[in-house]
């Protein structure tokens, strides 16, 4: 009997630089376009003039960091969460956009705090002729942080997620914010979804016509070159969209066909989230 030699194992399933860039790109335009679908659904905060939810958002923010326990802002999370049930905001997307995310980034700022604040030691940590020993207050000091962090992005996630991105601008405008300002934003917002609308047609046309596996220099030279080919054709239709802007008479304001009016209802929830935000830095004030 003859001995069969192992076949090698297949790499027909293994997905590539390619197919894994495309994939990300698609998701985040699908992202973006759920994301605005959702701001014009019916909900509680939906239903709200877009002046009052910034304002109403601005003041919960303040009040977060102006929170010194983690009660205090326990009670400012439920309260953001319970706002975003009331305006069908999926749950599970909620939490997982804003806490994937924040415990990396925010533990990463605060990890010296940890070691070098003053106070009891939890435990020695020997790492060569180092000796490191975590605090008591350190570590109290970053759950803090860590929460005051989410409690904010949570906030400032939710407002997005509730209002079409042209009333947040004409809101900032309302509220005085510099022009400049809102229109870089207005602009940024609007190339970021162009730019990878493009780079997601751009890597489609690439893998509908290649024939077989490519090797990983090959794709590695082609996202390369891509790379410069997209910055460039960006920066060229950045302008000619500018200059289309002008000649269409854009003077920097933003505006929309929407007209608000202030009822009843957005002076009873500015004035509730005003109170909300009081209790709370009072109740962490007493408790720390």
């Given at each position: 009997m003859t001995a069969v030699a192992a076949s090698p194992a297949?790499?027909?399933?293994?997905?590539?630089?390619?197919?894994?860039?495309?994939?990300?790109i698609t998701s985040n335009i699908e992202h973006a376009i759920f994301t605005e679908r959702h701001a014009r659904s019916e909900g509680w905060l939906q239903r709200r003039d877009?002046?009052?939810?910034?304002?109403?958002?601005?003041?919960?923010?303040?009040?977060?960091?102006?929170a010194s326990s983690v009660v205090g802002l326990a009670l400012l999370y439920a309260a953001t969460l319970a706002a975003a049930r009331a305006s069908r905001v999926p749950f599970?997307?909620?939490?997982?956009?804003?806490?994937l995310g924040i415990p990396f980034f925010a533990?990463?700022?605060?990890?010296?705090a940890i070691f070098f604040v003053p106070?009891?030691?939890?435990?020695?940590?020997?790492?060569?002729?180092?000796?490191?020993?975590?605090?008591?207050?350190?570590?109290?000091?970053?759950?803090?942080?860590?929460?005051?962090?989410?409690v904010s992005v949570s906030l400032a996630v939710l407002m997005v997620l509730t209002t079409p991105w042209a009333d947040v601008l004409k809101s900032l405008r309302a509220l005085r914010t510099p022009q400049v300002f809102v229109l870089v934003l207005s602009m940024t917002y609007r190339y970021i979804f162009?730019?990878?609308?493009?780079?997601?047609?751009?890597?489609?046309?690439?893998?509908?016509?290649?024939v077989g596996r490519t090797s990983g220099g090959e794709q590695r030279r082609w996202i390369t070159g891509t790379m410069?080919?997209?910055?460039?054709?960006?920066?060229k239709m950045s302008n000619d969209v500018y200059g289309a802007m002008l000649a269409r008479g854009f003077t920097g304001e933003v505006r929309v066909y929407s007209t608000y009016r202030m009822r009843a209802a957005d002076w009873l929830a500015l004035g509730a989230t005003a109170a909300f935000g009081v209790v709370a830095v009072l109740v962490s004030r007493v408790v720390a």
């Open positions: 297949p790499t027909e399933g293994r997905i590539g630089w390619l197919e894994q860039t495309v994939g990300g877009p002046r009052a939810k910034l304002v109403g958002f601005l003041m919960a923010i303040v009040a977060a960091s102006l599970g997307f909620f939490v997982k956009r804003v806490w533990g990463v700022v605060v990890v010296p106070g009891a030691r939890v435990f020695d940590l020997a790492l060569g002729p180092a000796h490191l020993a975590p605090s008591w207050n350190g570590l109290a000091g970053a759950v803090l942080f860590v929460s005051r962090v989410g162009l730019f990878l609308h493009t780079a997601n047609g751009i890597l489609l046309a690439r893998k509908s016509r290649a410069g080919n997209l910055m460039s054709r960006a920066f």
